[in-house]
T-cell receptor, first 117, second 112 residues
Framework: DVKVTQSSRYLVKRTGEKVFLECVQD?????MFWYRQDPGLGLRLIYF???????EKGDIPEGYSVSREKKERFSLILESASTNQTSMYLC????????????????FGAGSRLTVL | QKEVEQDPGPLSVPEGAIVSLNCTYS??????FMWYRQYSRKGPELLMY????GNKEDGRFTAQVDKSSKYISLFIRDSQPSDSATYLC????????????FGKGTHLIIQP
């Protein structure tokens, strides 16, 4: 089974701090994604990447950046954390060549719950 | 009008009941439909995947797509307490992952 590992399950940071959220997948998937999930708002796409060193903005990229230096690793960066970035962050991956289904079949990590004070 | 509508619940039913979870959508171009299950404090996991209209069955789970009504359903037979989770519908126009639109999820509780 594909495994998507998010390095930090729970983080507490202060306003203005730089935050790194790391995600690693072990099945050679081309696509990787960062979502945030908030009560009443559901899942919202922040950034995604189709290939190494490639990134595309999702629906809510403001205040975030990403890095994909290796195929298996996709990092989400909050340059200067703010309280409205308190959320559950979910990393996901998918394959362009997923058999019998499309690249829109996502495998998610367990999530990183970030609290910004 | 939101693109995908899903009742947030909570929906509480007794063990053994048949559960029906639903989503409506407005974009008639959606062709790929998925259901994800999310347990508390975990990431979503894919439960069912359907292309275009029709039914798909997998054990106790049946996914149904009615494109004419822009309505999709997930049925759970012989529901178990372990089915208690949030169920998210998701859909896309093409097979690429960038266009995936999620519902906000329905919180399901199966009472022992």
């Amino acid at each position: 089974d594909v495994k998507v590992t998010q390095s930090s399950r729970y983080l507490v940071k202060r306003t203005g701090e730089k935050v790194f959220l790391e995600c690693v997948q072990d099945m050679d998937h081309e696509n990787m994604f960062w979502y945030r999930q908030d009560p009443g708002l559901g899942l919202r796409l922040i950034y995604f990447s189709y290939d190494v060193k490639m990134k595309e903005k999702g629906d809510i990229p403001e205040g975030y950046s990403v890095s994909r230096e290796k195929k298996e690793r996709f990092s989400l960066i909050l340059e200067s954390a703010s309280t409205n970035q308190t959320s559950m962050y979910l990393c996901a991956s998918s394959s362009l060549a997923h058999p019998n289904s499309g690249a829109n079949v996502l495998t998610f990590g367990a999530g990183s719950r970030l609290t910004v004070l | 009008q939101k693109e995908v509508e899903q009742d947030p619940g909570p929906l509480s039913v007794p063990e053994g009941a048949i559960v029906s979870l639903n989503c409506t959508y407005s974009n008639s171009a959606f062709q790929y439909f998925m259901w994800y299950r999310q347990y508390s404090r975990k990431g979503p996991e894919l439960l069912m995947y359907t292309y275009s209209s029709g039914n798909k069955e997998d054990g106790r789970f049946t996914a149904q797509v009615d494109k004419s009504s822009k309505y999709i359903s997930l049925f759970i037979r012989d529901s178990q307490p372990s089915d208690s989770a949030t169920y998210l519908c998701a859909m896309s126009v093409g097979g690429g992952a960038d266009g995936l639109t999620f519902g906000k999820g329905t919180h399901l509780i199966i009472q022992p």
